[in-house]
Nanobody, 119 residues
Framework: QVQLAESGGGSAQAGGTLSLSCTVT????????MAWFRQAPGAEREKVAD???????TYEDAVAGRFTVSRDNALKTAYLEMKNLKPEDSAMYYC?????????????WGQGTQVTVDP
């Protein structure tokens, strides 16, 4: 079983910066993909970014160039730095993990953290 602990988020003005972190607190596995999803009220959950075990990243078009996902394997922690925030970035953000590669459904989820961007 994999357990995740998220931190960060909060509120920012448009154009500002926020950061999120996600730590794998329990896992019998060493190779996994870590991703960030978000879900705004009334909208479907969407993947924002992911990063595999060797640091290869992908981004949703709406955040490419503004968000940066990274990870520290020694700390079992992934980060999401969000710059030039826009009001439409406001959502509940979730960290997720799936074993091995990033293609496919994610099996393990964090508790979520709220990001609010004011105009």
């Amino acid at each position: 079983q994999v357990q995740l602990a998220e931190s960060g988020g909060g509120s920012a003005q448009a154009g500002g910066t926020l950061s999120l972190s996600c730590t794998v607190t329990q896992s019998p596995h060493n190779s996994y993909c870590m991703a960030w999803f978000r879900q705004a009220p009334g909208a479907e959950r969407e993947k924002v970014a992911d990063i595999n075990n060797v640091g290869y990243t992908t981004y949703e078009d709406a955040v490419a160039g503004r968000f940066t996902v990274s990870r520290d394997n020694a700390l079992k922690t992934a980060y999401l730095e969000m710059k030039n925030l826009k009001p439409e970035d406001s959502a509940m953000y979730y960290c997720a993990v799936r074993l091995w590669h990033c293609n496919g459904p994610f099996n393990f989820w964090g508790q979520g953290t709220q990001v609010t961007v004011d105009p």
